[in-house]
């Protein structure tokens, strides 16, 4: 059974940085070959797509120059970067791995999803 934990979360002051990290475990998950994607959703407010990550990141235009995504194959490890973060931010991060084919902003396109990890940003 292919699984996800999600880490890094925190509670932090607006302006500094936090890396979440997605570990990815289970015998039949060859990690390489999943697309990963990281979707948030704050209270009250419909989930959010981040960015995604095949060979290359890929992030709405909403999300780039404070956010950025990597992943390291060898530890089954996909890592959400966030930079001056804002009360905004603030939210429940959650990554996904699509099985292949081309990068997704659809929630429902993953197959696998982890459990969240709370991000608080105060003012």
């Known amino acids: 059974q292919e699984q996800l934990v999600e880490s890094g979360g925190g509670l932090v002051q607006a302006g500094e940085s936090l890396r979440l990290s997605c570990a990815a475990s289970?015998?039949?998950?060859?990690?390489?070959?999943?697309?990963m994607g990281w979707f948030r959703q704050a209270p009250g407010k419909e989930r959010e797509f981040v960015g995604s990550?095949?060979?290359?990141?890929s992030l709405p235009e909403s999300m780039k120059g404070r956010f950025s995504i990597s992943r390291d194959n060898a530890k089954k490890t996909v890592y959400l970067q966030m930079n001056s973060l804002k009360p905004e931010d603030t939210a429940v991060y959650y990554c996904?791995?699509?099985?292949?084919?081309?990068?997704?902003?659809?929630?429902?396109?993953?197959?696998?999803w982890g459990q969240g990890t709370q991000v608080t940003v105060s003012s």
């Open positions: 996904a791995a699509k099985k292949l084919g081309l990068y997704s902003s659809n929630w429902d396109d993953y197959d696998v």
């Open positions: 289970g015998g039949t998950f060859t990690f390489s070959l999943y697309v």
């Open positions: 990550i095949n060979g290359r990141p």
